[in-house]
């Protein structure tokens, strides 16, 4: 028979994020997880640093399209801007987010991008 180990159960409980916190980490997923604003991450993790023309170009995309996606990126500290006369340019927030990317893309296609090596 299977025994409930309450205590160790009532330490873990204390750790469950609250509705508030869930919810945030949704809406994170959420930005990831559309298909442009996906193409757009990993761009800058392939260029580091793009302008919005940059990045509409290799996407084939409009500017007004870009913008909005790169709005939701920014509002989710997946990206970063910084102006520079009027040109803006992108780049991932930080550190993290290149490691999430990154470990993303080793655990989807290997650690080399074996798929595309063995198609």
């Known amino acids: 028979m299977h025994t ?20 945030q ?3 994170f997923f959420k930005a990831i ?3 442009t604003r996906s193409r757009v991450l990993l761009v800058l993790l392939e260029l580091t640093e793009l302008c919005q023309y940059e990045i ?9 399209a870009i913008s909005h996606q790169m709005k939701i990126l920014i ?8 102006k520079s006369g009027k040109e803006v340019f992108y780049q991932l927030h ?18 080399e991008n074996e798929k595309t090596k063995n198609e």
């Open 33 to 35: 997880g559309n298909s």
């Open 25 to 27: 980490l949704t809406e």
């Open 56 to 64: 509409c170009y290799l996407l084939e995309m409009e500017k007004s």
């Open 75 to 82: 509002e989710n500290r997946l990206v970063k801007a910084r």
């Open 4 to 23: 409930h180990n309450i205590t160790l159960l009532d330490e873990v409980k204390k750790q469950v994020p609250s509705s508030d916190e869930a919810s």
């Open 94 to 111: 930080d550190e993290h987010v290149v490691s999430l990317l990154t470990t993303t893309k080793e655990h989807l296609y290997g650690k």
